[in-house]
Every structure is written in structure tokens, then in C-alpha cells.
């Protein structure tokens, strides 16, 4: 058994409090506790470029944009202040930028339409260089990068997977074609896997051996019900964002990547058009006006929850983190690239536990102490007061009170002797409540509660 069947404590009211389970003996063996929370930071900043951005990638103290302008594709932006991010180059890579992905000194531009990808040197990032040119034969949706190898998920229906070697940046040589089946959104690589995103419906992740670079092959498939917009890895799993609307972000099992299996799927109210994954939560890039950005729970990455959704300011279109930061490209004009902190963790700083109406049996009941067990913490404190009345319905409105029987006071030492409120209405019915405060670090535990009384 667990706490939730075998408590003490299932019943009564919980405020920003929660059930714990306790080492046993005995088995199912609960305390109480203030409750961990999970909630978005105020932190909010922007970067004007004049047109919103389409994917961001942040390397360092600078977040590298593919903008939407004709004759900026790629934005660089120095965010080593993040209240003050400040646009320091840009460049023509001829057409809009779509995707961006820094390697080394060299940032890999997908280009609108057919003009396929600019190959840009940034080592010195207020001036950045266009190094080459790739005609891939349409845009390059997204890229990554193992060894040397740049490896492209292009927006067209036939021979849409191309690798090239990159060793020479002014000269790279296409190594690897594949026709997916259908235009394909995204690739991610782990270890000696690609994962790619289709537009397909049918097969939306496709699997690759890129253990051989020099012999890249396709392993598998999954159909996951959409396309797939995005990937993010962690381990074993491998974390889809979808075109579906009702739930869009969905787990899959890839600890074998020749039978991918689907695990489960996440609501987090609107598409998902890019992911990143920082600590023990998944970020996604929203194509939501006012909920542009979602916070997803992954510390059991078999069974994620949706945590919350903040206003990014626009519509989410890609998405980077660090640590302690949210990097997102919008649609939104003055706000290209948008800065939000990570979720903000911790414990309440205050809550209650209130027992359930509990009785004694007897209208001539005399109370002689409470006393409690607790796991008591440094910056943390726990307190009751208690409340007596002749019937339930009296006891909801009886006021409750501590170790002088008025309510300025309370029960602060376990087995203090009882004192009742002067106004009370009887003494066979009575409740308790634990008062919790904390410092938001930590919190006590609350493990058992007893009050003496006679008969």
C-alpha cells in the first residue's frame, strides 16, 4: 500500500500542503508536508530586429537568429546580459533565414525556398562572413552536425535527407542522399542515430544508422498520428512535438532505435513548432498567440506532465535554453527573439492541514493535551490550533484556537496541555489544524498527531 490508501491523513482540507511517503515500518506509513512548486519566472526580455525571427540557436553569450528579412537572414545577438540583449551582426545570406545552427566557429543558415543553406563564419560575430553557399534544392528546414558531417532535414518531397562532409567549409561534398517519402521538418542526432521529423502523417519520426557516416541508412519508422515538427533527446527517449493541437508533444521509447515504440502524450494547449530540453523540463516553442511558450515536466521522462504556459509575446517559432534561460524566435516584428527564465522551483512558503470533523463519542469530553511527531527542518516551523463544537455544523463556524483558548495563539510544543475557546458550543466534535512556514527551501514533516482526551 501507499499513503493515498492507508493515511491518517486522507481525509481533512489540504492548503499548499501534500501527502509524503515515510520510510516503514508500517507499510503506507505518510507525512505531510508543504507542497514543491513548479511556476514560470517573470523574467521577460526582447530583442528588436524589425522582423520576428524564425529559429534561434544560442551558443555561449550569443544567440545566433534566423530572421524573416530578405536582406538579414541571420541576426547575431549578444545575450551575456539577458536584460539587455543587443543585436551586434547581421548579414544578407540571400533570402530569409529559416533555421540556424552553430558549430564551431561556423553557424549553418537554412535559407527560404529553393536557396538551401549559407554556410556563415562568425568568429568574429559582429562581422560575420558568408563562407559558402549549398544548393540543396530547397530550404533546409533544420540541420545538424556529427564528426564533420552536416546533416539536413529539406523541405521536399523527394531526396529530402542530404549529408555533406564539411571538413572544407568553402568546399562541401554531398556524401549521402535519401528520399524520406515526403518533405521532412526537423533532425536531431544522438550518438549513432539521426532522428528525423516528416510531414508525413504515416511514418512522422524516421530512424537512421549514422554509425558508418559514410553509409547512413534508414532503420525505422513510427507512425505517431501527425507530422512531427520537432525532436528533443534525453537518454532513451526521444520527446516529438506535433502538428496535434489536443496533444502535441508525445514520448517515445527509442532505448532500441530499430523498434521505436510510443510511450504516451502531453497536452500543452496549442502545436508545438520547436522543443529544447534543459534539467528536468522540456521547453516548447507554441504556435499560440498568448501562450507562445510551455513548461513540461520530464523528471520521469516516461510520464512528463504539463506544468504551464506563459505569453512569449507572439507565436513561439524555435527554441533554445541554458540553464537559466528560455530562448525563443517569434512572429512578432519587435519582438525576434525573446528571453524568458526557467522555471522557478522551490517549496511554498506557508500552507495548513485541517483534519476532518473528528468525535469523541461523548458530550462530556475533557481535553488534557496535543502532542505530535515531526521531522522538524532548519528555516521551517509547524503549529497548531484546534476547535470544538456539539455538531458538525457548529463546528464548520467554530473558531479556532491555540494554547490560551483564543485564536492570537497556538499550540507550538508537542503535549501542551488543551485550553478551549470560552464561546464554543460543545466538546463532543473537534478538528486540528497544522499551520506550515517555511523559508521556501525546505519544509517539516509532519508524521503522526495525537490529542489526549477523556472518556
Known amino acids: ?180 517519402g515526403d518533405s521532412l521538418h526537423t533532425i536531431k542526432i544522438q550518438g549513432d542515430y539521426a532522428y528525423l521529423g516528416s510531414f508525413e502523417d504515416d511514418f512522422g519520426l524516421i530512424v537512421l544508422d549514422i554509425s558508418n557516416l559514410n553509409d547512413i541508412k534508414q532503420v525505422s519508422s513510427l507512425n505517431v498520428g501527425e507530422e512531427v515538427h520537432a525532436i528533443a533527446v534525453s537518454g532513451n527517449v526521444a520527446f516529438l512535438g506535433t502538428a496535434n493541437a489536443s496533444q502535441s508533444l508525445n514520448v517515445v521509447n527509442i532505448a532500441d532505435p530499430v523498434h521505436p515504440t510510443l510511450v504516451t502524450g502531453v497536452d500543452v494547449h496549442g502545436i508545438i513548432q520547436d522543443i529544447t530540453v534543459s534539467g528536468n523540463y522540456l521547453y516548447a516553442a507554441v504556435d499560440s498567440v498568448h501562450a507562445g511558450l510551455a513548461a513540461i515536466n520530464i523528471s520521469n521522462p516516461y510520464s512528463p506532465y504539463y506544468v504551464y504556459s506563459l505569453d512569449a509575446g507572439g507565436k513561439g517559432t524555435g527554441i533554445d535554453s541554458d540553464t537559466d534561460y528560455v530562448y525563443i524566435s517569434t512572429d512578432t516584428a519587435n519582438k525576434g527573439l525573446v528571453i524568458i527564465g526557467s522555471t522557478v522551483t522551490g517549496m511554498t512558503t506557508s500552507g495548513t492541514y485541517g483534519s476532518d470533523a473528528l468525535d469523541t463519542g461523548s458530550e462530556n469530553s475533557t481535553y488534557n493535551f496535543i502532542e505530535w511527531v515531526h521531522q522538524e527542518v532548519t528555516g521551517s516551523t509547524l503549529k497548531f490550533q484546534i476547535r470544538t463544537a456539539d455538531t458538525v455544523p457548529n463546528l464548520d463556524t467554530a473558531t479556532w484556537v491555540g494554547s490560551d483558548g483564543t485564536n492570537a495563539t497556538y499550540y507550538q510544543s508537542s503535549r501542551t496541555p488543551i485550553v478551549l475557546h470560552s464561546g464554543r458550543t460543545g466538546d463532543r466534535y473537534f478538528q486540528y489544524k497544522a499551520f506550515f512556514e517555511s523559508n521556501g527551501v525546505s519544509s517539516s514533516v509532519l508524521d503522526s498527531v495525537r490529542i489526549n482526551y477523556t472518556p
Open 1 to 180: 500500500m501507499d499513503c493515498n490508501n492507508l493515511s491518517e491523513f486522507i481525509g481533512g482540507t489540504f492548503t499548499n500542503t501534500e501527502t509524503i511517503d515515510l520510510d516503514p515500518p508500517p507499510v503506507g506509513n505518510c507525512g505531510i508536508r508543504l507542497k514543491d512548486i513548479e511556476q514560470g519566472s517573470t523574467f521577460f526580455a526582447s530583442s528588436d530586429i524589425g522582423k520576428h525571427g524564425n529559429d534561434v540557436d544560442v551558443d555561449g553569450t550569443y544567440a545566433y537568429l534566423a530572421t524573416d528579412d530578405m536582406k538579414k537572414g541571420l541576426n547575431i545577438i549578444n545575450v551575456s546580459n539577458p536584460q539587455s540583449p543587443a543585436s551586434v551582426g547581421s548579414l544578407d545570406v540571400g533570402a530569409k533565414g529559416v533555421s540556424a545552427k552553430k558549430d564551431g566557429n561556423y553557424v549553418y543558415v537554412g535559407i527560404e525556398k529553393s536557396a538551401g543553406l549559407s554556410v556563415i563564419d562568425v568568429s568574429n560575430p559582429a562581422s560575420p562572413l558568408v563562407t559558402t553557399s549549398i544548393n540543396t534544392g530547397a530550404q533546409v528546414n533544420q540541420s545538424d552536425i556529427k564528426n564533420n558531417y552536416l546533416l539536413t532535414a529539406i523541405n521536399k518531397t523527394t531526396d529530402s535527407f542530404k549529408a555533406y562532409d564539411v571538413t572544407l567549409k568553402n568546399a562541401p561534398v554531398l556524401k549521402k542522399t535519401i528520399n524520406s
